[in-house]
């Protein structure tokens, strides 16, 4: 199994380079992903163009509402396995 990076120990410059570079590549063909999927409803028609522009901020809403759910639930469960442990400790009453 491979190591995983600490992220709180360490020199920062190289720990940005850790994040920053597979979130750029990410950035990357997310865009290109865009771009090509807007050449190819041109080629089709201004119909489908307008739908592509029409959709992607009901995409993003999706995504976003997704994340937050996520974030959320993360949330919770962290608090709940946090509280849990505490209160079999006798930490909390």
Do not use: C
């Not at 597979?22 to 807007?38: H, I, Q």
């Amino acid at each position: 199994m491979a190591q995983r990076p600490m992220l709180t120990a360490g020199p920062v410059p190289a720990l940005i380079r850790e994040i920053a570079i597979p979130a750029s590549v990410g950035f990357f063909f997310n865009t290109l992903f865009n771009a090509v999927d807007t050449w190819w409803g041109g080629q089709i028609s201004t119909h489908a163009l307008a739908a592509l522009s029409l959709s992607f901020p009901v995409f993003f809403i999706i995504i976003a509402v997704g994340r937050a759910y996520l974030q959320i639930s993360a949330f919770l469960l962290y608090a709940y396995v946090v509280l849990s442990a505490s209160m079999h400790k006798g930490i909390l009453r």
